[in-house]
């Protein structure tokens, strides 16, 4: 294989390294859902008896996975809408369509970092949720790398190491929105799946935490709903 046919094929990862990266830089610091808020959503719409997410902890599984699987479905289906609207533009649009399916997936595995009882208030919380979503993108973050570190550069270098995991991922999966012709049904369905293989990722992380640290006291069947209300935001 010559060094020109090389080139030729890895200039598609590139872009969407550089498109990823930049997804990502803008969504970090503009993207938030807002613990306090989303708790009283999650009580009220999926009827989880729970007053802080600590108590998330003491909830079963099949109490917490149902709300998720939603949470994942929605913005599987966002990520769809918002890909039928800028598939037509082929190449183009790749670079808008990583920055809003960057913020999609983000606000995503917040919601799923919560719904499974681990809120991010705090710098030490943020930098664990974003531990979260490395591993969520198959990244090995070592503690020697977390250790070397300053804790303002944390969050910017794991944001970087993604942009390269998730953008080779991302170019082999994006192929086909580079033709006309696939435009916006390929871009719906190949966002579809992309936001939802993240959300499986991130749900598989975290429900593996949640079972690490779930409480000693469980809450009591007679304390729950009949049946728990599963809704979309």
Known sequence: MTAQSENDRGWLPRIFQASVLAGFQRAYPRVHVNPDKYLRHVRRVYGFPIRSWEEVHELREEIVNPAAERIILSSARMAALEGMGLGVGGLAT????MGILSAITLRMLQKLSLIYGFEYSTAEEVVALWVAVASAAGLDLTREFLEKQAADQIVPRIIDRMAVKVG????EKWAGHLF???SAGAAATLNYYFVRSWGRRGQKHFLGRHRSLRGKRIIPAALLPEKTPIGQI
Do not use: H
Not at 94 to 97: E, G, M, T
Not at 168 to 171: K, L, P, Q, S
């Open 94 to 97: 790749v670079l808008p369509d």
């Open 168 to 171: 080779a991922e991302a170019a």
């Open 180 to 182: 006309p012709l696939l």
